[in-house]
């Protein structure tokens, strides 16, 4: 009973991408930095779980099966339930600044590309849900 309590204090994220090795690169070495993590590898699968786990903050990959990750990014941002969840864009491959500012203007919290140093994505992590949490309190 006490582990699962302890589960539950940990900052957790969704990681949205469809690609499995990235995704199970990411679970892995998010729970090693602490995170309780969730994973979803399509856009439907990612709303589901926002919904149903409300994560402290998403991790979304722009290419995706279904929903792409800008619609995703619109979708929670004007949901009451979810627009105060930070929403982390990254991506496999360099992306144009416009995509950038495009993912800024949704409501994105920042935006980062791969290869990606586990210990400065763990600190934008646990800084986006900080300042998520400073907006909330007011």
């Known amino acids: 009973?006490?582990?699962?309590?302890?589960?539950?204090?940990?900052?957790?994220?969704?990681?949205?991408d469809d690609d499995d090795i990235h995704r199970y690169a990411l679970v892995r070495a998010?729970?090693?930095?602490?995170?309780?993590?969730?994973?979803a590898r399509t856009g439907t699968e990612a709303l589901a779980l926002t919904k149903d786990q409300k994560p402290h903050v998403l991790l979304l990959d722009i290419n995706l099966p279904d929903v792409?990750?800008?619609?995703?990014?619109?979708?929670?941002?004007?949901?009451?339930e979810t627009e105060a969840i930070p929403v982390i864009f990254h991506s496999a491959t360099t992306a144009p600044a416009a995509a950038q500012s495009y993912a800024q203007s949704l409501g994105a919290?920042?935006?980062?590309?791969?290869?990606?140093d586990t210990d400065q994505l763990a600190v934008v992590l646990?800084?986006?849900?900080?300042?998520?949490?400073?907006?909330t309190e007011k």
């Open 1 to 16: 009973m006490e582990g699962s309590s302890h589960q539950r204090d940990k900052l957790s994220v969704l990681i949205v």
């Open 30 to 39: 998010l729970e090693q930095t602490g995170f309780r993590v969730f994973s």
């Open 68 to 80: 792409n990750g800008f619609e995703i990014c619109a979708r929670l941002k004007t949901n009451p």
């Open 109 to 116: 919290t920042a935006f980062m590309t791969y290869p990606m």
């Open 126 to 135: 646990k800084g986006a849900i900080a300042r998520a949490d400073r907006r």
